[in-house]
């Protein structure tokens, strides 16, 4: 037997123990990618909550208003509008209205991570000064 004949097989063994190594890195980075992107994202509508709600009159509605436009990026939404992020409901929105600041954060929520979820209780939370002029 020749050299090239014991090692005809090896390089297809190499190549697919190698293509598993990858793909399982791959989707590692996409996972932990996605976590983060779904937290940026939950950050940005907490954040524009809470400068709605400190730029509005304090109403019955007020509270609807800005669990709305959290979970679903506007006020009121339309029948069969999709949260944007997967999983959010109204009910984890948590709003704080004081006299000098109105304060929105998460309860309850989990972003679905690479090998467990992660939980966010009262991440992100964002506290902004409320206007004299409006209030």
Known sequence: MS?????DGSALIEFAGSLML??????GIFRV???F???DTLVNSVRAGVRYASLRPADPDLARSVRNLVV??????????????????????????????AT????????????????????????FPVTGEVR
């Open 37 to 39: 992107y779904v937290y």
């Open 3 to 7: 050299k090239r004949e014991k090692q």
């Open 104 to 127: 929105v954060s998460l309860r309850g929520y989990e972003i679905d991570s690479l090998f467990s979820k992660v939980r966010l209780d009262g991440r992100p939370t964002v506290t």
């Open 72 to 101: 679903y990026g506007e006020p009121r939404p339309t029948a069969g509008t999709k949260p944007l992020a997967p999983g959010l409901r109204p009910e984890n929105v948590e709003l704080a209205l004081e006299p000098a600041a």
């Open 22 to 27: 990858l793909a399982a890195l791959l989707t």
């Open 33 to 35: 990618g996605y976590t």
